[in-house]
């Protein structure tokens, strides 16, 4: 480990939901800060896009509101496999808006309120120094220096800081694109999160910013290969078992030219604070926790574990305290999205049983939903 001189401004790696919060919330305490971007641009990421009203609420008290963006109101629940149904009501209003915009409007906020904000630049190493504080590599010779660092790079780890493994690392492989429908499925899918059950596979779609759909299947690294590892392929073998799938594509128009995806993403994670940990070192977001896509809110997390780490921080609590009261908020939710993900996700039998008590028992499915999300009670409020 290298000694150099450290920096008064704390250090945000990543300019999603969590970093941006931060740095906000530790600017409008007066606090210097640097946050480090790696994208150039603004771009779009793999996210469900479901923003629940404490993450509304927090984002407009820094100076943020998800409405003047465009975010559509989404206040039902749709659940649908093969030919049955159900639509419920959800138990709290929400909103869906496109990461591409909420993290560009946060990172222009962040920047007009005084955080120094740095794009194009990809970290790759973080090193604690003999003094305590940290070195963040970005290339040979282009490095920073900081006695707190706030790590809120998503699912990239960095050498020096990666994640403890999660165990199993799932064979799921998440895949998103943009559609324009016609007015008529537009309008079926108005104000509903709609969540369709395929053999391996559940498919989200839901309405943000200029009724464009976010259609984004999550599946099984054995079914993308024996859809021949192509976007088209899989949209046939959708089309072949779904003819409810099959309507929602005819006439469709893709607005990407090609689909996101991600693999191996490490669903379940949650950060097991131990004395290893550097002091300093704050995991934001994905780097403490990653709940699975449509079984919780990863935006809710993202924003919780952001305002909480600032609080904390500004009280003059330490990265420890943070990371086990953190765990402590969200392991609960896990316990609960972890095992409905795998019944989404893997089995026929459960899937019909989910559709058949949805719609005998409606009040589990508003159940199901509050237990899958942070706590309102939990959440952390902008000071």
Known sequence: MRSRIVTEASVIIGGGVAGATAALALSRAGRRVDLYERSSSANHKICGEFMSREVSANLRSLGVDPVDLGARPINRVRLVRGNRSVDQPLPFPALALSRKILDEALLEHATSCGVNVIRGKTARVIEQSDDGGFEVSFGPGDSTSARAIFLASGKHDLRGVKRASPGRQSDYLALKMYYRFNRKKTEHLRSVVELILLKECYLGLML?????????????????????????????????????????????????????????????????????????????????????????????????????????????????????????????????????????????VGQNALIWLASQFPSGVRAIARATRVPEAAMPRID
């Not at 995806?261 to 780097?287: C, K, M, T």
């Open 208 to 348: 943000v910013e200029d009724d464009c759909v976010n259609f984004c299947p999550v599946l099984s690294q054995d079914r993308f290969i024996k859809a021949g590892g192509t976007w088209q392929g899989v949209l046939q073998q959708f089309s072949s078992e779904s003819d409810y799938v099959a309507a929602y594509l005819e006439g469709a128009e893709p607005l990407l030219d090609r689909p996101l995806a991600i693999s191996r993403v490490p669903y379940g994670f949650v950060h097991n604070p131990s004395s290893e940990d550097p002091p300093g070192l704050w995991r934001l977001g994905d780097q403490i926790a990653v709940i699975p896509s449509f079984t919780g809110d990863g935006m809710g997390m993202a924003s919780c574990s952001a305002v909480l780490a600032a609080n904390m921080f500004l009280e003059g609590g330490t990265s420890h305290e943070f990371h086990r009261r953190f765990s402590s908020i969200v392991r609960k939710q896990m316990r609960v999205s972890k095992p409905l993900n795998s019944v989404f996700f893997r089995h026929s």
